[in-house]
């Protein structure tokens, strides 16, 4: 049974504050793993999620500036936490608080985890004026 539930909107999705999302990507950014949350809130299957780019879940409205700091801590600084709003597979949305960190694997290789929790209102607020500055000025 899940727990993920719509908002009044019925647009926007949410998740319990004591689970977690989670997946891990090759250094391309290609899926290699997601746990179940991940899966049910996106809205899609295990296996129409591995071996796909990570930006299956990307949402218009997301700056592409934000993926450029992602991805240039996790290669410089081996980390990024940030917000980051979804699309789930039925063109509905969830926020996230995202934290990405560098791994490497038992054969010397880079992979990219990020674990998300529930990310606070007031989180959300700060970010939706400063996304769609962003986003009006690409
Ligand atoms: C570990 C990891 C997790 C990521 N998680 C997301 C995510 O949840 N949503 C998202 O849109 N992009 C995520 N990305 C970034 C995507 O790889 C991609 O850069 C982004 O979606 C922009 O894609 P585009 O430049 O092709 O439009 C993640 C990347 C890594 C390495």
């Given at each position: 049974m899940s727990d993920i539930y719509q908002g009044e909107g019925r647009d926007e999705w949410f998740f319990p504050e004591d689970s977690y999302i989670l997946s891990e990507t090759d250094d391309k950014g290609i899926i290699i793993y997601a746990n179940q949350m991940f899966c049910e809130l996106a809205g899609y299957e295990l296996d129409e999620l591995i071996?796909?780019?990570?930006?299956?879940?990307?949402?218009?409205?997301?700056?592409r500036i934000a993926f450029k700091g992602l991805w240039d801590d996790i290669q410089s600084k081996g980390f990024w936490t940030g917000i980051v709003k979804n699309r789930r597979k039925d063109r509905g949305y969830y926020w996230v608080h995202a934290t990405a960190l560098r791994r490497i694997d038992s054969n010397g290789n880079y992979t990219y985890l990020s674990i998300r929790r529930v990310p606070k209102k007031s989180e959300i607020e700060a970010c939706i004026p400063l996304y769609t500055d962003l986003k009006s000025k690409e």
């Open positions: 071996g796909e780019p990570h930006n299956i879940v990307r949402h218009p409205d997301m700056p």
